[in-house]
């Protein structure tokens, strides 16, 4: 029986992922039997899992309710709102709807993935309501750090929700419509159950800021450096991309694009009706034939990620650039919170080449995608919601949105964790039930459990080493050679004295044992684990992971 048919009467909200955590967004809403999912995205990995990029939201609940999946609009081309979409959308087989720029972004993911033909994605035309099952669906345009942000206004048989997606209030976008206010408030006038919104710069009081001051003030900046400039940013800030243009044009340097996604992108906004306005680009091959005064380099790695041309740049290791002194690199993005240590490190090579670094904290140089408490309480003018479930964010930004939202006189709110089903209703917010969540890991090309013992097997390696030791049993199920060991990661000490030490222990515990429990791998396998271990705890202080291999000659006696 399907998940909702006990439900038919009510309007839900079910956040899989993006609820208690910023990235990996997957939402799903629920009416008169069908579901429709909000974004599809993924999240990068930290130290915890050591060799595994991708973090994906655990799609198990959904692809159960696959035959009552309707479809999945994505708000925008983030990969915190698509990026899952190639490695799970096996799982739901639905279409997909996006606006063109972010269809064109998806597409290129699905045709990597090697499933374009399979899909079908509709390009959605945006303020145009559409049916998708029982729901109807409009994209309204609000400005954001990437080309076509979306929120999505969704009505049902038992009202209409907002779901704002990501968004910023800007007077001065660059690229797409100023907000529009009318839609807004016209929506508004309709009446609006609930807001689901972004709540990633809550802790700001004041408005996001304008994209064409970050463009004057990054000309003003420019106009004044007489050496080769480097602006480093997300590729995907397309709004950026044609402000470095506009600073090229106005300081009379030509423009450089480099790295793989700025290429990408490129693709893609020209595709859409995008980066027309770039002054004629330079290949990076001629860079060095033009005086340093005379060109704007532009490239990706804003956040430190060592593989990225900056950090190249940094390390003197990049073919067509090098930077020398008196040369400025302009980090036009924010620091995000976890690359601090990643991004000092770039500063500290780029400062001994004497190069000039200027960061948000230096100079206006970024402004925010997201929404400061200031647009936040516009916004709520404007739609006028009954009601405001906070999402995108950790906790702390959730219960802040959830209490500013009350402060400013609209009292339902409710904080949702991922798993949660939210009955959503002109009486208010009420959590009904929480189903199965979780995360998955992109592992090399496999999807597993985050908590898979692949992972936990090379944490712990990866923190204490890693001891493999080989035992060979005769036909009497005594030990026919000494044993043999291979040591990975673990401090050795004096290397004879700890190899032999570890040897005799584990040889000791075998003999120690009775020749029935000998007879069992698993009980060898522990004897022997617990040898290695805590001969290494003595010897050397650490705890190793431990494999051993047995191998059993019947036709040996010795
Ligand atoms: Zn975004
Ligand atoms: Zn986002």
Redesign the pocket.
């Known amino acids: 029986m399907s998940y909702l048919s006990k439900y038919k009467e009510k309007l839900l909200f079910l956040p899989i992922g993006?609820s208690g955590e910023?990235?990996m967004?997957l939402n799903l809403y629920g009416c008169d039997g069908k579901w429709v999912m909000v974004?599809c995205?993924m999240m990068f990995a930290d130290d915890y899992t050591p060799g595994v990029d991708l973090i994906l939201p655990d799609p198990s609940f959904v692809e159960e309710e696959q035959e009552d999946l309707v479809g999945i609009l994505l708000t925008?081309g983030?990969e915190?709102?698509i990026g899952a979409v190639p490695y799970l959308w096996e799982r739901f087989k639905c279409p997909l709807y996006a606006t063109p720029f972010t269809a064109e972004l998806v597409m290129g993911k699905l045709r990597e993935a090697g499933i374009a033909d399979e899909v079908t994605l509709h390009i959605v035309e945006a303020k145009k309501a559409f049916d998708i099952g029982p729901f109807k669906a409009t994209y309204i345009p609000l400005a954001h750090s990437t080309a076509e942000g979306h929120g999505i206004a969704l009505e049902t048989s038992k009202g209409t929700v907002f779901h704002t997606?990501?968004w910023k209030l800007d007077q001065g976008p660059i690229i797409g419509p100023e907000c529009p206010s009318s839609a807004l408030a016209a929506l508004g006038d309709k009446g609006v159950l609930a807001l689901v919104g972004?709540s990633?710069n809550v802790f700001n009081e004041h408005s996001s800021g304008s994209e064409a001051d970050v463009q004057a003030n990054l000309i003003k900046l420019v106009k004044d450096m007489n050496k080769r400039v480097v602006i480093t940013t997300f590729a995907s800030n397309v709004a950026r991309l044609e402000t470095i243009g506009a600073v090229a044009k106005a300081t009379g340097r030509s423009l450089a694009l480099m790295g793989r996604s700025m290429q990408r992108i490129l693709a893609a906004g020209r595709a859409t009706g995008y980066l027309k306005n770039l002054p004629t680009l330079v290949d990076e091959a001629y860079i060095d034939d033009i005086p340093k005064d005379k060109i704007l380099i532009a490239c990706t790695g804003c956040q430190g990620e060592p593989r990225a041309a900056i950090a190249r740049i940094a390390r003197g290791e990049h073919k067509a650039i090098s930077l020398a002194e008196g040369d400025t690199v302009i980090f036009s993005s924010k620091i995000i919170p976890g690359n601090e240590l990643t991004l000092g490190a770039l500063f500290n090579a780029l400062v001994e080449k004497k190069v000039n670094v200027v960061t948000e904290k230096d100079a206006f140089v970024h402004v925010s995608g997201?929404p400061g408490r200031a647009d936040l309480r516009q916004m709520f003018e404007w739609v006028k919601p009954q009601s405001v479930i906070p999402v995108?964010g950790e906790r702390r930004h959730l219960e802040r949105h959830a209490a500013f939202a009350r402060e400013v006189g609209i009292k339902k709110t409710i904080v949702p964790q991922n798993g949660d089903v939210i009955e959503i209703s002109d009486k208010g917010l009420r959590r009904i039930d929480t189903v199965p969540t979780g995360r998955l890991a992109r592992d090399g090309s496999e999807t597993v459990p985050i908590n898979d013992i692949n992972i936990a097997e090379r944490r712990r390696a990866s923190l204490s080493g890693f001891i493999t030791v080989s035992l060979v049993f005769d036909g009497k199920d005594k030990l026919a050679a000494e044993p043999l060991l291979a040591i990975m990661g673990v401090p050795r000490g004096k290397d004879d004295v700890f190899y032999d030490e570890l040897l005799e222990a584990v040889e000791e515990a075998v003999e120690r044992m009775s020749i029935k429990s000998r007879r069992t791998d698993f009980d060898v396998e522990e004897v022997s684990r617990i040898a290695v271990r805590r001969c290494c705890r003595k010897l050397v202080g650490k705890n190793p992971g431990v494999a051993t291999l047995i191998t059993r000659r019947r036709d040996m006696e010795l």
């Open positions: 993006g910023i990235g967004n974004d995205g925008h983030h915190d709102h997606g990501d972004d990633t997201h995108h």
